[in-house]
């Protein structure tokens, strides 16, 4: 019984920690969002990952659209979601099948302060 204890721990301990490499989110860090062909094939979706903290920690939510933009940078020119202010592309989606593309779109008020972040899908 004990031995099927330990085992059961060390499989569970293991599946974190492949969980926190490959799924997790991660810290804003600039040059891993910074990347200039926003790693198409990166198997660990740091940029994807990385928005998910932004929007799971609120760390838009607030800051103006210069403090944004300093941040991030500029986004990239795109006719979609025009309801959003800004809207940065992440790379195709993650999964088995990539068929649409994840976002990273943010909406602000009329004083230009961040209301809302989200990752979506085309």
Same mark, same amino acid.
């Given at each position: 019984? =004990?031995? &099927?204890?330990? %085992? ?9 920690i ?8 991660? @810290?804003?860090? =600039?040059? &891993?969002?910074?990347? %200039? ?25 607030? $800051?103006? =659209?210069? /403090? ?7 986004? @990239?020119?795109?006719? $979609?979601?025009?309801? &959003?202010?800004?809207?940065y592309?992440?790379? @195709? /989606?993650? %999964? ?5 593309? /994840? &976002? ?10 961040v ?8």
């Amino acid at each position: 019984m =004990r031995r &099927w204890t330990r %085992g059961l721990a060390l499989g569970t301990a293991m599946v974190m920690i492949v969980y926190a490499v490959f799924f997790g989110p991660l @810290p804003f860090i =600039r040059s &891993w969002w910074q990347v %200039g062909d926003y790693s198409w094939h990166d198997p660990l979706h740091k940029r994807h990952r990385i928005a998910d903290s932004l929007v799971l920690t609120g760390w838009l939510v607030g $800051k103006s =659209r210069a /403090e944004v933009l300093a941040a991030l940078g500029a986004p @990239p020119e795109t006719d $979609k979601f025009s309801d &959003w202010s800004l809207v940065y592309v992440l790379g @195709p /989606e993650r %999964g088995l099948l990539s068929i649409d593309y /994840e &976002w990273l779109a943010i909406r602000t008020d009329d004083a230009g302060s961040v209301t809302e972040a989200a990752v979506i899908r085309d």
